[in-house]
């Protein structure tokens, strides 16, 4: 089955970095566009990025644009979710997903806070 597990969150301070991973299985990764969403509490669920199958076309939120770079390597299954100059709003459970068939498949998130 379809599965996403995501990984690197942590605590950080304001002004700092982090690299999100999120690993695939279950399905044929190399064909499937891949997103990162987060929520923090309280607010809705917002789209961070998303990377095309191949790689090719990048797009993000405009609360993280120029900050944030998502990238996929292919060969292991796996999107990446670079975060730099980090502040305290990215706050929030991170989330990969991928859609199949006109379904959402998550995964289970991994807490950022950035807090000094």
């Known amino acids: 089955q379809v599965q996403l597990v995501e990984s690197g969150g942590g605590l950080v301070q304001p002004g700092g970095s982090l690299r999100l991973s999120c690993a695939a299985s279950?399905?044929?990764?190399?064909?499937?566009?891949m997103r990162w969403y987060r929520q923090a509490p309280g607010k809705e669920r917002e789209l961070v990025a998303v990377?095309?199958?191949?790689?090719?076309?990048?797009n993000y939120g405009d609360s993280v644009k120029g900050r944030f770079t998502i990238s996929r390597d292919n060969t292991k299954n796996t999107v990446f979710l670079q975060m730099n100059s980090l502040k305290p709003d990215d706050t929030a459970v991170y989330l990969c997903?991928?859609?199949?068939?006109?379904?959402?498949?998550w995964g289970q998130g991994t807490q950022v806070t950035v807090s000094s």
């Open positions: 990377i095309s199958s191949a790689g090719g076309i990048r």
């Open positions: 997903n991928t859609r199949l068939n006109g379904l959402d498949y």
């Open positions: 279950g399905f044929t990764f190399s064909s499937y566009t």
